[in-house]
C-alpha cells in the first residue's frame, strides 16, 4: 500500500469516528491480554468493530475483540481500542500503523499501550503490573520501514514519557495498587524464549519480556503522541520457576489480575495531564 491510499483509509476511518460521536477522544487506550476490564467502565460507549474501520486491522487471536469503544472514563473522551495486530502474526511490524495514525489525525494527544508479558524480575510475581519506563527493540525491526521523510529519524529518548509516569504512579499509589516499573524488551514469538534468552535478557537490563507494543510505541512517537506504557506480569520467564508457559496460562493470570488491572486504568485515566 503506498502513502496516499493509507491516507485515504485513515481519512474514512475519522470519518466514521466522528460520524459516531461529537466527542473527541483526547486519550487511547490499547487493550491487551486481561486489560479489557476497563470497557465495562466507560460511560455512553459506542462500539465500532474494526471490520468498519478501513485503516484498522483484521485480528485473529483468541482474546481480541477488534473493536473501537468510544465514550468517557471520569468525563473524559476516550477511545479503547479491543484488540491488536501483533507482528507475530504476519511477520509485519506495521500492523498498527493505519489506526495509531487514525488517532492522531483525530486529534488524541496520548496513547496508553498495555500489554501482558512475562516478569524476568522475582520481586515481581504474576499478578503484578508495570509501568513500562523504556524499551529494548530486540527484534530490531521497526513499522518505519518505508518512510522517506526526516521525521522518520525518531528520538526514543523519553519514549515512554516520563511526566505521564509520574502521574500515573502517583495515582496507583492515592488508588492503594501497587505498580512496578522497569524495562520491557520485545520479543517476536509467536513462541516463548529459551531459558537461555530469558537469562540474555535479564543480562541486558530488561524487567519485562512481551510480543507487543514497541512498534506500537514507535509508530506513536512518529505520529506525535505522548505514551504511557503498562503490563500485566502474567508468568515469571522460560526457567524461573516450574511452571509451563502457554498462551491459555497467560490469559488465565490475566483474567485472575483482571480487576486490578482496570482499577488500575480507572484510576490513573483521569490523572493523566493533555
Ligand atoms: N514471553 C513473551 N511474551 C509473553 C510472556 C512471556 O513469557 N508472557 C506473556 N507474554
Not at 509520574?166 to 520485545?186: C, F, K, L, N, P
Not at 540474555?200 to 505520529?223: D, F, N, Y
Request: with cysteine; charged share 15%.
Amino acid at each position: 500500500m503506498n502513502d496516499s491510499q493509507l491516507l485515504d483509509l485513515i481519512g474514512r476511518s475519522v470519518e466514521r469516528i466522528r460520524s459516531a460521536s461529537d466527542d473527541t477522544p483526547e486519550l487511547a487506550i490499547v487493550l491487551g491480554s486481561g486489560w479489557d476490564g476497563i470497557a465495562g467502565l466507560v460511560m455512553d460507549p459506542v462500539d465500532i468493530p474494526y471490520a468498519q474501520l478501513p485503516a484498522f486491522p483484521a485480528l485473529g487471536v483468541a482474546g481480541h475483540a477488534g473493536t473501537l469503544r468510544l465514550g468517557r472514563i471520569a468525563n473524559r473522551p476516550v477511545a479503547l481500542l479491543r484488540g491488536r495486530k501483533h507482528a507475530y502474526e504476519t511477520g509485519d511490524p506495521a500492523g498498527m500503523k493505519g489506526a495509531i495514525r487514525t488517532l492522531a489525525a483525530l486529534g488524541c494527544g496520548t496513547l496508553v499501550l498495555t500489554n501482558a508479558a512475562g516478569s524476568l524480575d522475582p520481586a515481581m510475581p504474576p499478578g503484578s503490573l508495570m509501568l513500562i519506563s523504556d524499551h529494548l527493540n530486540i527484534v530490531q525491526r521497526t513499522p518505519l520501514h518505508g518512510e522517506t521523510d526526516n521525521q522518520r529519524f525518531v528520538d526514543m529518548v523519553n519514549a515512554y514519557d516520563a511526566a505521564l509516569r509520574d502521574q500515573a504512579a502517583a495515582a496507583a499509589s492515592a488508588a492503594g495498587i501497587t505498580v512496578h516499573e522497569g524495562v520491557y524488551a520485545w520479543v517476536l514469538g509467536p513462541q516463548f524464549e529459551t531459558p537461555a534468552e530469558i537469562r540474555m535478557l535479564r543480562l541486558l537490563g530488561a524487567q519485562a519480556v512481551g510480543m507487543s507494543t514497541v512498534p506500537e510505541t514507535i509508530l506513536a512517537r512518529h505520529a506525535g503522541l505522548k505514551v504511557l506504557g503498562l503490563s500485566m506480569l502474567t508468568n515469571m520467564g522460560a526457567g524461573m520457576a516450574d511452571e509451563n508457559l502457554s498462551h491459555a496460562h497467560t490469559l488465565n493470570t490475566a483474567s485472575a489480575t483482571a480487576d486490578q488491572a482496570a482499577k488500575l486504568l480507572a484510576a490513573v485515566v483521569p490523572a493523566l495531564k493533555a
